[in-house]
């Protein structure tokens, strides 16, 4: 079954707070062997906040979504500054686009990831494919 | 050190993924899909094994920026599709990813760069293109 076609534009709640800790930094720059100054944490930690967010996307009973069948298709960020150890974050989810192709559902998102001031740091977009019931 | 120049082509760097590797990276980044560490799960839904996090494979494109500008923290752009499964073997040596760029174009402190990252003779990633910033270093500001 395809998801909710009247997905396309929807602005999720924002995630919950975030708080960046020196220890979390430290678990992924060692699980990703990433060089380490003590300031800006590694470019794709974001995801970790980014995850929350399309996580309550896809278990919204509304929307549709077989987790089973979401493939990660594409990620990207934007930075407007690097995020660093004492940040709370939120991610702000929208729904870009909504397509399909082949029976599955091709759902562009973005995350807006802002800091404990309101203030812009990354964003997040991801394209999630939903395969059909046969993908 | 200061490589990104305009159609530079940066030292390709190699990094072998291990079982373990993804172990790690599973509990660093919250993403427990089974597919990631199980055998039975992966190959229950047609995977030919435990494959790497398409993330995990990003993180190590943004190792190798990272390594070329000099410091963490100077990526402004990273993208990419998610095109090939790295497939992990379940032994000590693991498998190895290989990254290499070149820099398209430098405008206004900020360096273009294409990215290739393979897995034997397969690209991995789309489309890995990513925005570096080139130049004295920034401020980092504590939060």
């Known amino acids: ?135 | 050190m200061n490589a990104l120049e305009p159609g530079a082509e940066l030292p390709t760097q190699e990094y072998a993924v291990t079982r373990a590797d993804l172990v790690r990276y599973a509990g660093a980044s919250g993403d427990r899909n089974p597919i990631h560490w199980s055998d039975r799960v992966a190959t229950g839904v047609g995977l030919p094994g435990v494959i790497a996090h398409g993330m995990f494979t990003m993180a190590l494109a943004a190792r190798a920026l990272d390594t070329w500008a000099g410091a963490p923290g100077r990526v402004r752009e990273l993208g990419c599709k998610f095109t090939k499964p790295v497939v992990v073997p379940d032994d000590d040596d693991g498998v190895v990813v290989r990254v290499a760029g070149t820099v398209k174009g430098v405008e206004d402190g900020r360096a273009s760069v294409a990215l290739e990252v393979t897995c034997g003779d397969e690209k991995v990633l789309g489309m890995p293109r990513a925005v570096v910033l080139v130049g004295p270093a920034p401020e980092v500001a504590s939060a």
Do not use: N, W
Not at chain 1, 35 to 60: K, Q, S
Not at chain 1, 61 to 83: C, K, M, N
């Open chain 1, 1 to 135: 079954m395809a998801v909710s076609a009247d997905l396309a534009g929807r602005t999720f709640a924002p995630t919950a707070p975030y708080e960046v800790t020196a220890e979390r930094v430290a678990e992924f720059v060692a699980a990703t062997g990433s060089a380490y100054d003590g300031t800006a944490a590694p470019t794709t930690f974001p995801i970790v906040v980014a995850f929350r967010a399309m996580t309550d996307l896809m278990e919204d009973p509304d929307v549709g979504i077989a987790l089973h069948r979401v493939v990660h298709g594409e990620q990207r960020f934007s930075y407007t500054r690097p995020v660093v150890p004492g940040d709370v974050l939120t991610a702000t989810l929208t729904v870009d686009s909504l397509r399909q192709i082949g029976g599955a559902d091709i759902i562009g998102t973005r995350s807006e990831i802002v800091d404990a001031d309101g203030a812009p740091v990354v964003t997040a977009h991801a394209v999630l494919v939903h395969r059909g019931e046969d993908g």
